[in-house]
């Protein structure tokens, strides 16, 4: 009977967690690299990110004698930050609307309900799609950093010199990746908790490109701190070589603040896609 | 075996599954029938563990979905809505389910070629028609081999071919000796495919028994007579108890007496008799019947049947 050749009888005990775990990081990726959404932000992130960065890097040193000489003096302290700052403004957005589709794609077509009948736990198919996800973009993030780090500090070397071996230069472009795979997950999250992908979209953005400015607007202190926690204004902190006078946070406390909004938006994600009906 | 225990849902104010219980046994179609927003589809969904029930609790042999270790190889189901990426090709949508399961891929190959989409199955599920779609996840369904079928709708938007086709496959599954259980609003699709029947309306249980148990229970039998002294044949046989449902020329649609009483009635008058014809109903008709005045939705066209209480508010949507 052709219904049944190549498939052995069900099994009544649980396979193995090992097995178990593995199976599913395989469907995951699967998952990701099956849809042309992937592909195509994918790209998008690795023309933008070296690109613009070459480009403004390339603008601020060709003007540079009509710069004033505090800006001068900025660039000279922390060439890393000027050279990867545009690039990655502009780069994470691709990683943003990416870790939205992951999540909220699945809802958008149905398909999350033959993933959650196919693992019908639900929190086991969240969190190794996360796992997946974050090492793609992780790596993908290094692929656009060094690239990116490397053009710019080519283009500024007669005006502000830097390598990697520079003191925080490395943690920096490190950062870079580190900072896009963060990024990736919150996306994904806030995608989980809307299940709206243009919902979510618009909402990521807005934490990432909104908010910031609006929440310097709050009177004194106040604006300062609300805008120094922000996810994304904490996080990017560990793609900059140098703490500023401005910056409350430290490169790695930034990050560790980035990380925990992150965790804790994960956390509401996974405690609702267990109680929500799908 | 599929056993659910007073299974209640509520989506707002509306109650659309409402403590419902029963067993679907391994080895037979079993057929689960009602009108448009009766909660089959709710139900099949609280079975699967896609939405949590209010009351009660739904197993397939003896366990709760949420508790199987390899699901996909235990229970297949095809869901109403469309439940695949339309990004990514069959292929790759079956492959995903299948590697979860720790399933090789020459199975996803298998199953592809069983439900006819070979020649389309590295295209993406975005071009595919309604009867492609619903080929997809048959596949999907028996994708693990498993044991228990849940299908909602199978044969919803298939060409009259592939309804054959898929009567069959159905039967073929339960003689193989699985236990298949299938929505539809379809009655006489029903008719001939499913054995047994579950019947709900208002997400209430109406029957569960056998098909020709139901078609039995459910409506009066009425006799066709035709004579050519029909009015007289008629008289006698109000007097003997019978009711004269439909009179036609000469031709009469008896209930309440059987044929045998009516030709010795016939028979004692010397009335001649052109024709006397038992009428089963037909499952339409017993259906009908059965959940008058419990479809959601009514037209209000010869609307004998529709209650003027009926809510106008609930969707189908709602029950989604």
């Given at each position: 009977m052709t219904t049944a050749t190549a498939v052995p009888p069900a099994v009544t005990d649980a396979p193995p967690a090992g097995v178990k775990t593995a199976r599913l990081l395989r469907s995951e990726w699967t998952k990701l690299v099956t849809v042309r959404s992937t592909l195509w932000s994918l790209i998008l992130l690795v023309i933008i990110t070296p690109g613009l960065s070459a480009l403004f890097t390339w603008a601020n040193d060709h003007n540079w004698s009509q710069a004033n000489a505090s800006d001068r003096a900025n660039i000279v302290a922390d060439p890393t930050s000027l050279i990867l700052g545009t690039g990655f403004l502009f780069g994470q957005l691709t990683i943003c609307v990416l870790g939205v589709l992951v999540m909220a794609g699945e809802y958008s077509t149905g398909s999350i309900r033959s993933s959650l009948l196919a693992v019908p736990k639900r929190t086991p198919m969240l969190a190794a799609k996360c796992a997946i996800f974050a090492a793609v973009v992780f790596v993908f993030g290094e692929l656009v950093a060094f690239p990116s780090f490397f053009i710019g500090a080519k283009i500024l070397h007669n005006h502000a010199p830097v390598s990697l071996?520079?003191?925080g230069v490395l943690r920096a472009v490190i950062g870079g990746g580190l900072y896009l795979a963060v990024l990736g997950l919150f996306a994904l999250a806030i995608g989980a908790l809307v299940r709206h992908t243009a919902g979510a979209i618009t909402g990521v953005i807005a934490f990432v490109l909104v908010l910031a400015p609006l929440a310097q607007l709050l009177p004194g202190s106040l604006g300062k701190h609300v805008h120094a926690y922000l996810p994304s204004e904490a996080g990017?902190?560990?793609?900059?070589?140098h703490q500023s006078?401005?910056?409350?946070?430290?490169p790695w406390q930034g990050f560790g603040v980035f990380c925990l909004w992150t965790a804790v938006l994960l956390g509401l994600a996974a405690w609702l896609l267990n109680r929500r009906d799908a | 075996m599929i056993e659910a225990r007073d299974l209640s849902k509520r989506y707002g104010d509306k109650?659309?599954?409402?403590h419902l219980s029963f067993t679907v046994q391994p080895g037979t179609v079993t057929g689960f029938l009602g009108p448009n927003g009766a909660g089959k589809s709710t139900t099949m969904r609280l079975l699967l563990g896609l939405d949590r029930p209010d009351t009660g609790s739904a197993t397939i042999d003896g366990r709760h979905?949420?508790?199987?270790?390899e699901p996909l190889r235990v229970v297949g189901a095809l869901l109403e809505a469309r439940a695949v990426?339309?990004?990514?090709?069959a292929y790759n949508n079956l492959l995903v389910l299948a590697q979860t399961q720790g399933l090789p891929r020459k199975r996803v190959d298998e199953v592809i070629e069983l439900v006819g989409l070979t020649s389309v199955?590295?295209?993406?599920?975005?071009?595919?028609?309604l009867g492609m779609g619903q080929r997809l996840g048959i596949a999907a369904a028996l994708l693990g081999n498993p044991e228990v079928l849940i299908l909602d709708?199978?044969?919803?938007?298939?060409d009259p071919e592939a309804i054959l086709w898929m009567r069959n496959l159905l039967k073929r599954l339960a003689a193989e000796g699985r236990t298949v259980f299938v929505s539809s609003h379809l009655m006489n699709e029903m008719a001939v495919t499913a054995d047994h029947l579950i019947v709900i309306g208002r997400g209430k249980l109406m029957a569960d028994c056998t098909t020709e148990e139901f078609i039995e229970r459910s409506s009066e039998k009425s006799v066709l007579v035709k004579s050519p002294d029909v009015a007289r044949l008629a008289e006698l046989i109000t007097a003997d108890g019978?009711?004269?449902a439909q009179a036609d020329g000469d031709e009469v649609t008896v209930r309440n007496l059987l044929a045998p009483r009516i030709g010795h009635l016939a028979a004692s008058a010397g009335i001649e008799l052109h024709e006397l014809a038992p009428q089963a109903a037909s499952l339409e008709e017993a259906f009908m019947e059965l959940t008058r005045g419990s479809a959601e939705y009514e037209g209000?066209?010869?609307?004998?049947?529709?209650?003027?209480?009926?809510?106008?508010?609930?969707?189908e949507g709602s029950a989604a």
């Amino acid at each position: 009977m052709t219904t049944a050749t190549a498939v052995p009888p069900a099994v009544t005990d649980a396979p193995p967690a090992g097995v178990k775990t593995a199976r599913l990081l395989r469907s995951e990726w699967t998952k990701l690299v099956t849809v042309r959404s992937t592909l195509w932000s994918l790209i998008l992130l690795v023309i933008i990110t070296p690109g613009l960065s070459a480009l403004f890097t390339w603008a601020n040193d060709h003007n540079w004698s009509q710069a004033n000489a505090s800006d001068r003096a900025n660039i000279v302290a922390d060439p890393t930050s000027l050279i990867l700052g545009t690039g990655f403004l502009f780069g994470q957005l691709t990683i943003c609307v990416l870790g939205v589709l992951v999540m909220a794609g699945e809802y958008s077509t149905g398909s999350i309900r033959s993933s959650l009948l196919a693992v019908p736990k639900r929190t086991p198919m969240l969190a190794a799609k996360c796992a997946i996800f974050a090492a793609v973009v992780f790596v993908f993030g290094e692929l656009v950093a060094f690239p990116s780090f490397f053009i710019g500090a080519k283009i500024l070397h007669n005006h502000a010199p830097v390598s990697l071996g520079d003191s925080g230069v490395l943690r920096a472009v490190i950062g870079g990746g580190l900072y896009l795979a963060v990024l990736g997950l919150f996306a994904l999250a806030i995608g989980a908790l809307v299940r709206h992908t243009a919902g979510a979209i618009t909402g990521v953005i807005a934490f990432v490109l909104v908010l910031a400015p609006l929440a310097q607007l709050l009177p004194g202190s106040l604006g300062k701190h609300v805008h120094a926690y922000l996810p994304s204004e904490a996080g990017h902190l560990i793609a900059q070589a140098h703490q500023s006078d401005t910056d409350l946070l430290s490169p790695w406390q930034g990050f560790g603040v980035f990380c925990l909004w992150t965790a804790v938006l994960l956390g509401l994600a996974a405690w609702l896609l267990n109680r929500r009906d799908a | 075996m599929i056993e659910a225990r007073d299974l209640s849902k509520r989506y707002g104010d509306k109650l659309a599954v409402d403590h419902l219980s029963f067993t679907v046994q391994p080895g037979t179609v079993t057929g689960f029938l009602g009108p448009n927003g009766a909660g089959k589809s709710t139900t099949m969904r609280l079975l699967l563990g896609l939405d949590r029930p209010d009351t009660g609790s739904a197993t397939i042999d003896g366990r709760h979905y949420r508790d199987l270790a390899e699901p996909l190889r235990v229970v297949g189901a095809l869901l109403e809505a469309r439940a695949v990426h339309s990004g990514r090709s069959a292929y790759n949508n079956l492959l995903v389910l299948a590697q979860t399961q720790g399933l090789p891929r020459k199975r996803v190959d298998e199953v592809i070629e069983l439900v006819g989409l070979t020649s389309v199955a590295k295209k993406r599920v975005k071009g595919f028609s309604l009867g492609m779609g619903q080929r997809l996840g048959i596949a999907a369904a028996l994708l693990g081999n498993p044991e228990v079928l849940i299908l909602d709708e199978p044969v919803n938007g298939l060409d009259p071919e592939a309804i054959l086709w898929m009567r069959n496959l159905l039967k073929r599954l339960a003689a193989e000796g699985r236990t298949v259980f299938v929505s539809s609003h379809l009655m006489n699709e029903m008719a001939v495919t499913a054995d047994h029947l579950i019947v709900i309306g208002r997400g209430k249980l109406m029957a569960d028994c056998t098909t020709e148990e139901f078609i039995e229970r459910s409506s009066e039998k009425s006799v066709l007579v035709k004579s050519p002294d029909v009015a007289r044949l008629a008289e006698l046989i109000t007097a003997d108890g019978g009711v004269i449902a439909q009179a036609d020329g000469d031709e009469v649609t008896v209930r309440n007496l059987l044929a045998p009483r009516i030709g010795h009635l016939a028979a004692s008058a010397g009335i001649e008799l052109h024709e006397l014809a038992p009428q089963a109903a037909s499952l339409e008709e017993a259906f009908m019947e059965l959940t008058r005045g419990s479809a959601e939705y009514e037209g209000s066209i010869g609307g004998a049947a529709a209650p003027s209480s009926a809510p106008a508010s609930s969707t189908e949507g709602s029950a989604a």
